[in-house]
Nanobody
Framework: QVQLVESGGGLVQAGGSLRLSCEVS????????MGWFRRTPKQSRELVAT??????KYADSVKGRFTISRDNAKNAVYLQMDSLKPEDTAVYLC??????????????WGQGTQVTVSS
């Protein structure tokens, strides 16, 4: 069964950095698109960044500060977060998606990792 495990969250001061990791286990399936969402204290869910063979996409609020990358051999996706702001405080959720042999999209979610940025 596909499972996503995130790590790397924590408490950091504004201007600091964190690196989030998401590793897929329980399956040899590889995914087309991998990315990160976040659930803010106001409970909104926002797309942060995605990566696939076509390139990367970022939310406007994190452009220039966050970098998404992946390691296909490890079936993992990472989010390097620099110049963190208090507004970045959220639970960060890993998401992966693939199109199966029948052309049907499948996606999976991690449990999330907490990122807290203090002023």
């Amino acid at each position: 069964q596909v499972q996503l495990v995130e790590s790397g969250g924590g408490l950091v001061q504004a201007g600091g950095s964190l690196r989030l990791s998401c590793e897929v286990s329980g399956s040899t399936v590889r995914f087309n698109t991998m990315g990160w969402f976040r659930r803010t204290p106001k409970q909104s869910r926002e797309l942060v960044a995605t990566i696939n063979s076509a390139g990367t996409k970022y939310a406007d609020s994190v452009k220039g500060r966050f970098t998404i990358s992946r390691d296909n051999a490890k079936n993992a996706v990472y989010l390097q977060m620099d110049s963190l702001k208090p507004e970045d405080t959220a639970v960060y959720l890993c998401n992966v998606e693939r199109t199966n042999w029948a052309g049907v999209a499948e996606d999976y979610w991690g449990q999330g990792t907490q990122v807290t940025v203090s002023s």
